[in-house]
């Protein structure tokens, strides 16, 4: 059997880290299935993209994007609930991927969180 890896990314510095896992992680495992959310540059990297990333950033952004934002959420746990990832990666953006996370974990998925640097240079500050 298989083993699957779902990769959410919420924005472009995001979806390069998911992309760069994806290579790595075809690289050393041979049939393994990835797919996710993201874009061009995971494409490239060989997951099967099923909805893109929004890049709303402030409050406005967000409101205007909601509608998309809930859609791809549904979508997201309708292809989990279908495909049974054995893994699932979140990639930053905490208020869409905490919620993707809980319900992974409900399905029986192992649930890592990669955090952007960027995050972490706020802790420090």
């Known amino acids: ?3 699957s890896v779902l ?3 919420g924005e472009s510095s995001g979806e390069l880290y998911g992309a760069m896992l994806a290579k790595e992680l075809f690289s050393r495992w041979q049939g393994l299935q990835v797919f996710g959310i ?3 540059r995971m494409r490239e990297a060989g997951v099967d993209v099923f909805a893109g990333y929004s890049s709303a950033i402030g409050l406005i ?3 205007a994007v909601y509608r998309e934002v809930k859609r791809t959420y549904e979508k997201t746990v309708e292809v989990m609930e279908r495909e049974r990832p054995d893994v699932v990666v979140l990639i930053d953006y905490p ?3 905490f ?3 809980a319900k992974a974990r409900e399905l029986g998925a192992k649930v890592l969180y990669y ?3 960027q995050i972490l240079s ?3 500050i």
């Open 99 to 101: 919620r993707v996370g």
């Open 61 to 63: 952004e967000a409101l």
């Open 122 to 124: 706020l802790i420090h």
């Open 95 to 97: 208020d869409f991927n």
């Open 7 to 9: 990769i959410t990314s």
């Open 38 to 40: 993201g874009g061009r």
């Open 115 to 117: 955090v952007s640097p």
């Open 1 to 3: 059997m298989s083993k």
